[in-house]
Protein backbone atom coordinates (compact mmCIF):
# COMPACT_ATOMS: atom_id res chain seq x y z
CA UNK A 1 0.00 0.00 0.00
CA UNK A 2 1.51 3.57 -1.13
CA UNK A 3 1.68 5.78 1.84
CA UNK A 4 2.02 8.71 0.25
CA UNK A 5 -1.34 8.71 -1.07
CA UNK A 6 -3.94 10.60 0.90
CA UNK A 7 -7.19 8.45 1.98
CA UNK A 8 -10.51 10.94 1.67
CA UNK A 9 -13.72 9.31 3.01
CA UNK A 10 -16.81 11.18 2.28
CA UNK A 11 -18.98 11.51 4.84
CA UNK A 12 -21.96 13.31 3.61
CA UNK A 13 -23.05 15.30 0.08
CA UNK A 14 -26.34 16.55 -0.39
CA UNK A 15 -26.45 16.07 -3.81
CA UNK A 16 -29.57 18.38 -5.07
CA UNK A 17 -32.67 15.84 -6.26
CA UNK A 18 -34.46 16.98 -8.96
CA UNK A 19 -36.86 18.36 -7.59
CA UNK A 20 -34.89 20.61 -5.64
CA UNK A 21 -33.09 21.73 -9.00
CA UNK A 22 -36.59 22.67 -10.40
CA UNK A 23 -37.84 24.36 -7.77
CA UNK A 24 -34.59 26.36 -6.90
CA UNK A 25 -34.42 27.07 -10.87
CA UNK A 26 -38.15 28.39 -10.78
CA UNK A 27 -37.27 30.88 -7.61
CA UNK A 28 -33.88 32.27 -9.06
CA UNK A 29 -36.20 32.95 -12.47
CA UNK A 30 -38.65 34.85 -10.47
CA UNK A 31 -36.02 37.08 -8.75
CA UNK A 32 -34.36 37.69 -11.79
CA UNK A 33 -37.46 38.28 -13.66
CA UNK A 34 -38.83 40.38 -10.51
CA UNK A 35 -35.23 42.81 -10.29
CA UNK A 36 -35.47 43.11 -14.38
CA UNK A 37 -38.92 43.89 -14.63
CA UNK A 38 -38.26 47.15 -11.94
CA UNK A 39 -35.72 48.37 -14.44
CA UNK A 40 -37.71 47.69 -17.75
CA UNK A 41 -40.57 49.93 -15.97
CA UNK A 42 -38.19 52.28 -14.77
CA UNK A 43 -36.78 52.76 -18.53
CA UNK A 44 -39.57 52.69 -20.41
CA UNK A 45 -41.53 55.20 -17.60
CA UNK A 46 -38.32 57.76 -18.41
CA UNK A 47 -37.40 57.94 -14.37
CA UNK A 48 -40.64 58.68 -13.12
CA UNK A 49 -41.35 59.02 -9.51
CA UNK A 50 -44.38 56.64 -9.02
CA UNK A 51 -41.73 53.98 -10.48
CA UNK A 52 -39.18 54.81 -8.48
CA UNK A 53 -41.84 55.05 -5.25
CA UNK A 54 -42.54 51.31 -6.50
CA UNK A 55 -39.09 50.27 -5.74
CA UNK A 56 -39.38 48.46 -2.29
CA UNK A 57 -42.07 46.37 -3.80
CA UNK A 58 -39.67 45.54 -6.53
CA UNK A 59 -36.86 44.86 -4.11
CA UNK A 60 -39.20 42.28 -1.46
CA UNK A 61 -40.16 40.93 -4.17
CA UNK A 62 -36.77 39.99 -5.53
CA UNK A 63 -35.67 38.65 -2.14
CA UNK A 64 -38.93 36.92 -1.34
CA UNK A 65 -38.01 34.37 -4.80
CA UNK A 66 -34.45 34.61 -4.18
CA UNK A 67 -34.30 33.72 -0.10
CA UNK A 68 -35.76 29.74 -0.81
CA UNK A 69 -33.86 29.75 -3.83
CA UNK A 70 -30.34 29.96 -2.11
CA UNK A 71 -31.87 27.72 1.11
CA UNK A 72 -32.84 24.79 -1.55
CA UNK A 73 -30.18 25.62 -3.76
CA UNK A 74 -27.40 24.76 -0.36
CA UNK A 75 -25.08 21.39 -1.24
CA UNK A 76 -23.22 20.62 1.98
CA UNK A 77 -20.10 18.27 1.61
CA UNK A 78 -18.37 16.80 4.63
CA UNK A 79 -14.99 14.67 3.59
CA UNK A 80 -12.49 12.84 6.06
CA UNK A 81 -8.68 12.67 5.49
CA UNK A 82 -8.08 9.57 7.80
CA UNK A 83 -4.40 10.18 6.55
CA UNK A 84 -3.79 13.55 7.16
CA UNK A 85 -6.54 13.78 10.21
CA UNK A 86 -8.00 16.73 8.36
CA UNK A 87 -12.05 17.70 7.82
CA UNK A 88 -12.88 19.26 4.93
CA UNK A 89 -16.59 20.57 4.67
CA UNK A 90 -17.50 22.34 1.70
CA UNK A 91 -20.53 24.43 1.22
CA UNK A 92 -21.68 25.20 -2.73
CA UNK A 93 -24.64 27.36 -3.78
CA UNK A 94 -25.13 28.06 -7.32
CA UNK A 95 -21.80 29.05 -8.59
CA UNK A 96 -20.41 30.15 -4.93
CA UNK A 97 -18.11 27.51 -2.96
CA UNK A 98 -16.89 27.62 0.10
CA UNK A 99 -14.14 25.20 1.70
CA UNK A 100 -13.18 25.25 5.58
CA UNK A 101 -10.69 22.57 6.88
CA UNK A 102 -10.40 21.64 10.27
CA UNK A 103 -7.12 19.65 11.34
CA UNK A 104 -8.03 16.89 14.12
CA UNK A 105 -5.02 15.34 15.92
CA UNK A 106 -7.61 12.49 16.18
CA UNK A 107 -11.34 11.20 15.89
CA UNK A 108 -12.49 10.21 19.31
CA UNK A 109 -16.19 8.75 17.98
CA UNK A 110 -19.24 8.62 15.90
CA UNK A 111 -22.25 9.25 17.95
CA UNK A 112 -25.84 8.97 17.38
CA UNK A 113 -27.92 11.35 19.13
CA UNK A 114 -32.04 11.90 19.86
CA UNK A 115 -33.19 15.02 19.09
CA UNK A 116 -36.46 16.46 18.89
CA UNK A 117 -37.14 16.66 15.16
CA UNK A 118 -35.53 12.68 14.64
CA UNK A 119 -31.73 11.50 14.93
CA UNK A 120 -28.04 13.34 14.63
CA UNK A 121 -24.76 11.52 13.78
CA UNK A 122 -21.86 13.84 15.36
CA UNK A 123 -18.49 13.28 14.32
CA UNK A 124 -16.80 13.81 17.87
CA UNK A 125 -12.61 14.80 17.65
CA UNK A 126 -9.53 15.64 19.88
CA UNK A 127 -11.50 15.64 23.07
CA UNK A 128 -14.37 18.19 23.59
CA UNK A 129 -14.72 19.27 19.38
CA UNK A 130 -17.60 18.38 17.73
CA UNK A 131 -19.28 18.43 13.93
CA UNK A 132 -22.84 17.71 13.50
CA UNK A 133 -22.44 15.47 10.06
CA UNK A 134 -26.37 14.82 9.16
CA UNK A 135 -29.84 14.21 11.12
CA UNK A 136 -32.65 11.93 10.08
CA UNK A 137 -35.92 10.77 11.00
CA UNK A 138 -35.29 7.07 10.50
CA UNK A 139 -33.47 5.01 12.78
CA UNK A 140 -32.37 2.61 11.09
CA UNK A 141 -30.83 4.85 8.03
CA UNK A 142 -29.03 6.55 11.19
CA UNK A 143 -27.74 3.38 12.20
CA UNK A 144 -26.49 2.32 8.94
CA UNK A 145 -24.85 5.84 7.46
CA UNK A 146 -22.92 5.90 11.51
CA UNK A 147 -21.64 2.75 11.02
CA UNK A 148 -20.61 3.45 7.24
CA UNK A 149 -18.88 6.58 8.84
CA UNK A 150 -17.46 4.98 11.82
CA UNK A 151 -16.33 1.85 9.60
CA UNK A 152 -14.58 4.56 7.28
CA UNK A 153 -12.62 6.38 9.44
CA UNK A 154 -11.99 3.68 12.00
CA UNK A 155 -13.30 4.57 15.25
CA UNK A 156 -15.88 4.08 17.63
CA UNK A 157 -19.91 3.99 17.52
CA UNK A 158 -21.65 5.63 20.79
CA UNK A 159 -25.39 5.01 20.31
CA UNK A 160 -26.87 7.63 22.59
CA UNK A 161 -30.34 7.54 21.86
CA UNK A 162 -31.19 5.92 24.97
CA UNK A 163 -29.86 8.04 27.47
CA UNK A 164 -29.92 5.75 30.36
CA UNK A 165 -28.38 2.84 28.53
CA UNK A 166 -25.79 4.49 25.88
CA UNK A 167 -24.22 1.47 23.77
CA UNK A 168 -20.39 1.76 22.44
CA UNK A 169 -19.36 -0.19 19.51
CA UNK A 170 -15.44 -0.82 19.18
CA UNK A 171 -14.78 -0.19 15.74
CA UNK A 172 -13.69 -3.77 15.07
CA UNK A 173 -16.53 -4.78 15.65
CA UNK A 174 -18.53 -2.88 12.76
Not at 72 to 98: M, Q
Amino acid sequence: MDKTKTEIVELYNDKLSFFEIFFSSLFYTFSLVAFLSFFYFLFNSGFSYEVFKASPAFLTLTFVFLNPAIIISEVNIIRVSTSEKKIFHTIEILFYKKNKVIEAEFFDYVAINKSNLGYNVTLWYEGNRRMELVSFYKKEKVFNYAKAVAKGINTDLLDKTDLKNPIWTASKDL
